[in-house]
């Protein structure tokens, strides 16, 4: 009888003493850029992400030391240190962009040390002089959020009286500066003044920085069970119905549909897909790189449904090497072949697969330049007409490696194929495969035509592409 009643007393005493349970985080160093006097904060999965809570506050011990003990329940905490907001977030070693810290909390006394390495933003831009912040807390109020927004004018935007159309991005961190950035940035405003100086008559691009710790939430309208989504309508109502208002009132911006574009990378392809599908009123144009399709798979349906309800252009990229058995590019000629049939013709969707590419903003980075220049032809180059390699779009990739893989809309016809030196002279022919692959071993690396023709020739089509 002892024995049980010290039992019971024993099991009513465990929850008193989780709750005297204690996490200790110490901050052994800081950077030695700090401002001196500003308070760290930790803001994270248990504290709602509150990046100035004062009941979170490090308390300063002594030097570079600071000390804070919290009661979280047990288990996978997140968080990150500021020095108040989010504009002031720790970065990684480089001044960039760092991910979330994880600890895995057992529910008992734990001390752990940590190192800040940087204040994100504060090592030296790599940003253009064209480049500036419209904001550093720009009010979203469909999220009821707020957010940093870039912008980056044309070189002439100053000296003329000229209006521009606009491009609409994601992960604004990542577009122009690599110092905010997570791995590297797309060197946009680069790439852009490089085209200018070539004759390109300019863009407007505008710029979100992604959330942290919402990213996912807001990058996709629909639910994944495991990791999270359902904001993405809302973000997507912020850039249409709160920020394009906004720039077209302050900025000399072309605010047509037919000269607004949106355009991401991964989850940011999902949502600007999204967007272009469910906005055809206001964009035409949409930049779809390596997106993450597999995050939600109700994307196909969505075009599916919704279907074609204006011009558009949808520029698709994808890389072999992204994960693993190429579902990166298998995933993105599925949503080439769910846009054609949605309505859109081949004249409005290009999508290439590269051997070499990866997920990374080096990649995306290399690809803009080609991406913007077909998407914004008229508008910001000039050209009336799409170039030559984009006249037919019969098979991809272009540039090509090992193979050619045709439409599938064109398979089925009886076609035969011949490949052609670029002064006509034939240089292999074949009838083409079920499968419509069209083998390129052996090719040197040039510029080619390749033509598909049915034997009584009434149908005809020719395309040039690039061997590498």
């Known amino acids: 009888m002892a024995r049980r009643k010290l039992l019971c007393l024993l099991l009513a005493l465990l929850p008193a003493a989780f709750a005297f349970a204690q996490l200790t985080l110490r901050i052994t160093d800081i950077p030695n850029d ?13 504290n709602n992400w509150d990046p100035g809570n004062s009941s979170y506050i490090m308390a300063h011990q002594s030097g570079e030391t600071y000390e804070l003990t919290i009661n979280p329940s047990p288990g996978t905490l997140e968080f990150k240190f500021t020095r108040g907001s989010w504009q002031t977030v720790e970065g990684n070693a480089n001044g960039g962009y760092r991910p979330n810290r ?26 253009a002089e064209n480049v500036e912040v419209v904001s550093n807390d720009f009010y979203m109020p469909q999220l009821d959020r707020y957010r940093r927004v870039w912008i980056y004018l044309p070189p002439d935007y100053d000296t003329s009286a000229k209006d521009y159309p606009v491009l609409y991005m994601h992960d604004g961190q990542n577009v122009f500066d690599a110092a905010t950035s997570f791995s590297g940035e797309w060197e946009v405003d680069e790439s852009l003044n490089d085209l200018f100086d070539e004759g390109d008559k300019g863009i407007i691009v505008v710029a979100v920085d992604n959330g942290g710790a919402e990213r996912l939430n807001e990058y996709s309208p629909w639910v994944n069970p495991s990791y999270g989504g359902g904001q993405g309508d809302a973000y997507v109502d912020f850039i249409v119905e ?11 911006t072309l605010p047509g549909r037919e000269a607004t574009g949106i355009m991401g990378s991964s989850m940011g392809g999902l949502i600007s897909l999204y967007a272009a599908i469910e906005h055809q009123d206001v964009f035409s144009k949409a930049g779809i790189f390596s997106a993450a399709f597999w995050f939600a798979g109700q994307c196909y349906t969505h075009v599916s449904n919704t ?50 590419g990866q997920h990374s903003e080096w990649y995306w980075a290399r690809e803009f330049p080609a991406a913007y220049q077909w998407l914004y032809r008229e508008q910001a180059t000039g050209q009336s007409e799409p170039s030559e390699d984009n006249t037919a779009i019969l098979a991809y990739p ?51 035509l390749l033509v598909l023709y049915q034997n009584n020739g009434q149908e005809r089509y020719v395309q040039r592409f690039v061997k590498r």
């Open 34 to 46: 700090t401002p001196q006097g500003d308070n760290i904060y930790v803001a994270g999965s248990f």
């Open 102 to 127: 994880t600890l895995n909390y057992t529910g008992g006394p734990q001390t752990v040390e940590l190192q800040i390495l940087s204040w994100e933003g504060q090592a030296a831009g790599t940003a």
């Open 242 to 252: 709160t920020l394009k208002p906004y720039i077209d009132e302050n900025y000399r």
């Open 307 to 356: 279907g074609k309800q204006a011009d558009m252009r949808f520029y698709l990229i994808a890389g072999a090497q992204e994960g693993s058995g190429g579902e990166q590019v298998t995933d993105m000629n599925a949503m080439y072949n769910t846009l054609r049939n949605a309505g859109f013709s081949a004249d409005e969707v290009l999508a290439t697969a590269h051997a070499d």
């Open 398 to 448: 272009n540039p090509a490696d090992s193979q050619l893989q045709v439409r599938q809309e064109l398979l089925g016809k009886s076609l035969r194929y011949e490949l052609q030196k670029l002064d006509g002279s034939a240089i292999r022919r074949g009838r083409l495969r079920a499968d419509g692959i069209i083998s390129l071993k052996g090719l040197a690396s040039g510029a080619y």
